[in-house]
């Protein structure tokens, strides 16, 4: 089960796992990016700030699978840029309902699913994002809600026995959210530029994110819990 | 998969280092080992050549950087792991154990991808992993190690800057059943009631946990991973309260 599975990050995981032969309930708002997945895509339209559609859409895998999930990955999210002196309390509700409520929800509606899971290895992926490590005073609440998101994704770990849990953080990725405020000439600039400060000397495409959650939900990866993997090209620990 | 590629290990004689040659071997690599001797060196193919070389000494690196030179031509993933043990209260140190920490946990890998970095940059993707323990984070445990393996792990960031584009990423390893694991901490998890309150993952590691990530990060499917620190610890240490490891 994917949330934010039709666009960017979530929807270049949803063609992984379609890719490798699972089978995905992907929650979001606007298919129209996801009519090449086939038959073993299973779009669900989903608000997931909206706790009782998304309590409907988790109980999908009782009414589809037999209660049984191996997997569930929470990719829905936004940019919120505010600073401190522009919050309000609305924006502070809609930051925390989309990029922690949400994954804190879909966790309690899904993690009795993912113990029935038929592999017995079931998986929690939180997409966080290196926003988490840095500290950017006009993001206040993206950068706040998603350490808040790599902390909860500790304390599932220990929490959820025999379940793994794992936040990724990405960095700098090319994805629509990234051209979305920005002309195409703008965006081939910023790409370029963005090359120089990260030392693998470009930006991810974000099938790259799919590799990596194809691998941390092997079980080539069974000894990985209960931590936060970046994967930024080495931007972070550069970046000045 | 790793088809071709070339790979040197060091520590290769021991648990982490020997079954990641073997996943490197199976996945299509050819495997330069260096570190102590292992009869089981003798099973592991053509494709494996061991040798003979003191890491902590450079006329020693250079000559394994010619011979790597002369027969290959190049290096595509350069592997470090200690496979020696520091222990010991602060009140028992003397210099020479300083040195040898030093020497065998930073001095080896700092060489090592000094002089073999011309090699690597002749790799179309060219992967340095260091690993060592995540213990590094804890306060009083094994501190002599931990001292060095911090600054290891400071090094990979250092290095990224002024190695690219050749990345270069961390391996952080938790209770794996390996010469590291300490008899008390074997002992404390055989005894723990609830496993999962120790480590999440309710077991201790083995080195094939460690080769796994070690494949992932010389292959490509992992290419953009820079200058990263990765924990493979079951949430031994990323979950504890009272490491410094937590924050990864």
């Given at each position: 089960m994917i949330a934010g599975a039709t666009s960017g990050i979530g929807l270049s995981i949803t063609e992984m796992f379609i890719n490798e032969g699972a089978t995905v309930i992907g929650l979001g708002r606007n298919f129209e990016n996801t009519t090449h997945l086939g038959d073993h895509f299973i779009p669900f339209k989903c608000d997931v700030t909206d706790l009782d559609n998304l309590q409907q859409a988790c109980d999908k895998v009782k009414e589809l699978f037999d209660g049984k999930l191996d997997v569930m990955v929470n990719s829905a999210g936004v940019g919120i840029h505010y600073s401190p002196?522009?919050?309000?309390?609305?924006?502070?509700?809609?930051?925390?309902?989309?990029?922690?409520?949400?994954?804190?929800?879909?966790?309690?509606?899904?993690?009795?699913?993912?113990?029935?899971?038929?592999?017995?290895?079931?998986?929690?992926?939180?997409?966080?994002?290196?926003?988490?490590?840095?500290?950017?005073?006009?993001?206040?609440?993206?950068?706040?809600?998603?350490?808040?998101?790599?902390?909860?994704?500790?304390?599932?770990?220990?929490?959820?026995?025999?379940?793994?849990?794992?936040?990724?953080?990405?960095?700098?990725?090319?994805?629509?959210?990234?051209?979305?405020?920005?002309?195409?000439?703008?965006?081939?600039?910023?790409?370029?530029?963005?090359?120089?400060?990260?030392?693998?000397?470009?930006?991810?495409?974000?099938?790259?994110?799919?590799?990596?959650?194809?691998?941390?939900?092997?079980?080539?990866?069974?000894?990985?819990?209960?931590?936060?993997?970046?994967?930024?090209?080495?931007?972070?620990?550069?970046?000045? | 998969m790793l088809n071709n590629k070339i790979a040197l290990i060091t520590g290769v004689g021991t648990g982490i280092g020997l079954a990641t040659a073997k996943r490197y071997l199976k996945e299509g690599a050819k495997v330069i080992g260096v570190g102590d001797y292992n009869k089981e060196f003798d099973d592991l193919g053509a494709n494996f050549e061991y040798f003979k070389c003191d890491v902590t000494d450079e006329k020693n690196i250079v000559e394994l950087k010619e011979h790597i030179s002369k027969k290959y031509g190049v290096l595509d993933i350069l592997l470090t792991i200690c496979d020696k043990e520091y222990r010991g209260k602060m009140s028992e140190v003397d210099a020479d154990t300083i040195n040898q920490a030093s020497k065998h946990i930073l001095t080896a890998p700092i060489l090592l991808s000094k002089n073999l970095k011309d090699l690597l940059a002749k790799s179309t993707l060219a992967s340095v992993i260091f690993d060592f323990p995540i213990s590094a984070f804890m306060v009083d445990k094994n501190y002599l190690e931990s001292i060095y393996n911090l600054a290891l792990a400071d090094y990979v960031r250092q290095a990224t800057a002024q190695f690219r584009p050749i990345r270069v990423n961390g391996v952080m390893f938790g209770l794996i059943k390996n010469h590291f694991l300490a008899k008390e901490d074997e002992e404390r998890f055989a005894k723990a009631e609830k496993k999962e309150t120790m480590i999440p993952s309710q077991r201790l590691g083995t080195c094939e946990d460690v080769a796994n990530l070690n494949n992932f990060l010389a292959d490509e499917l992992s290419k953009f991973f820079n200058s990263a620190l990765i924990p493979v610890d079951g949430g031994y240490y990323t979950t504890n309260p009272r490491s410094m490891g937590n924050s990864f």
């Open positions: 002196t522009n919050i309000t309390p609305d924006k502070f509700d809609f930051a925390f309902n989309l990029l922690l409520k949400s994954s804190i929800m879909m966790t309690k509606y899904c993690y009795e699913y993912l113990y029935n899971a038929e592999h017995k290895a079931p998986v929690i992926i939180h997409i966080s994002s290196i926003g988490a490590r840095t500290i950017v005073s006009n993001d206040i609440l993206y950068g706040m809600c998603k350490s808040s998101l790599n902390l909860y994704s500790k304390q599932c770990a220990g929490g959820l026995p025999g379940i793994r849990v794992v936040s990724l953080s990405p960095g700098p990725f090319i994805t629509p959210i990234f051209a979305k405020s920005r002309s195409p000439e703008e965006t081939k600039q910023v790409i370029q530029y963005m090359g120089t400060l990260i030392p693998s000397g470009r930006m991810a495409e974000p099938s790259e994110i799919g590799d990596l959650v194809s691998f941390l939900c092997s079980s080539e990866a069974s000894y990985i819990n209960g931590c936060d993997i970046s994967i930024d090209g080495g931007m972070l620990t550069q970046h000045s | -």
